[in-house]
């Protein structure tokens, strides 16, 4: 009688067991997304501008950056347009509302930095 209480104790553990690793499997795959898409935002270009050395039409930009401090690299893609990755500085600070500045060059409008909800990124 006790080898069966044994057995089914050993059965009992297993159970438990994989039901623990499923519930941790699960959790790690909702976090996935989470994590992932907490470095990236929208932002709108209302003008066309210069960004290193392509030119971007105005219109709204999924920008993405991967890194910290002075070696980001920032990521800006629009539907249609071939996405742009130059190095850029991630300063965290909060921000109203999103946003750009540039500065002018001749005829070129330069991008210069992005104001996002947490971080503002220096190109």
Request: proline share 4%; aromatic share 6%; hydrophobic share 45%.
């Amino acid at each position: 009688m006790l080898r069966e209480f044994r057995k089914m104790g050993g059965a009992i553990q297993e159970i438990i067991m994989k039901r623990i690793f499923g519930f941790v499997l699960v959790c790690i795959f909702l976090s996935i997304p989470a994590l992932a898409a907490s470095n990236s935002q929208t932002v709108t270009l209302p003008t066309a501008v210069q960004v290193g050395s392509t030119q971007l039409p105005a219109g709204d930009y999924k920008v993405t950056w991967t890194g910290t401090g002075d070696s980001a690299q920032v990521t800006l893609a629009k539907k249609g347009v071939q996405p742009v990755t130059v190095p850029a500085k991630v300063v965290e600070q909060k921000h109203d509302h999103t946003g750009v500045t540039t500065s002018s060059t001749g005829d070129k409008v330069i991008l210069q930095v992005i104001f996002l909800n947490k971080v503002s990124l220096v190109l």
